[in-house]
């Protein structure tokens, strides 16, 4: 695998203490100035409940993938700051997990062929295809929502691939998505999102602590959608599908916890912290 794809390997987990750290560090870090101390970013993980060994362990795997390195902060506190090669993943994640969701209206698709010696060159891209959100049409042929071009012709440059643009379907569309994707467990996804929050107490009355620690597990189960469910078109969905109705929760979740999330964050390990600490 290479070493973006290792960065970018992430993006398909959600729920432990090194991707709940890697949301941490792609939703906050730039925000606190591209620094977080190393004893504030413990206690952070600490709010999530995961324990300091623990949280030292996921920073140690974060900067052995080239996500974080160490950095020194005023008067020398340790501390971490952001990979600049890792910068180009978060932003395609941000736009991802924040940007507009549009239904698919044309479409890409990808066509290989690897002799089976090359066996693991096919799964590497088998794998990189699915996590990025596209389907499988057949063997050697998958297919994802016209949006996901750069993406994809960024993952075919690095295989013996074909990429065709701006195709359209010319039959039955909900027979096509049905066969692509596996429509049953991306409605799971939603629901499971919708079940987790979607009677969570998001009024002022919550503290700081608990409005960041609400927002970084919303955010981290989030943050896994819109790569399985990349823009499918409503029209050829089932009527009961709960897509629109999960991003509405989570733009209402952002709009209450996302400001508070990183202040409290920026109190307790961003740079200003340390600043006055050690004054």
Known sequence: MTEVALREDL??????????????????LRPLGGWMSAAGTVQLLGSLGIPPATARSSIARLVARGVLRRAAGEGGAPGYALDPAAVPMLERGDARIFGERRPATAWCLVSYSFPERQRSLRHQLRRRLAAIGCGTVADGLWIGPAALEQELAEVVAEFDAVLFVDAAARSDLSTGLASWYDLPAIRRVHEAFLDRFGSVDVSPA??????????????DEWR?????????????????????ASAALFSRLRNALEQRAVAHASRIAGPDRVAAAAR
């Open 11 to 28: 993006e398909a987990n959600s729920g432990s203490a090194t991707a709940l750290l890697r949301t941490i560090v792609g939703s906050m």
């Open 206 to 219: 919550i503290g700081d602590e608990e409005a960041f620690a609400l927002w970084v597990r919303a955010l």
């Open 224 to 244: 896994v959608v819109p790569y399985r469910d990349p823009g499918l078109p409503p029209v050829a969905l089932p009527a009961d599908w709960p897509g629109d």
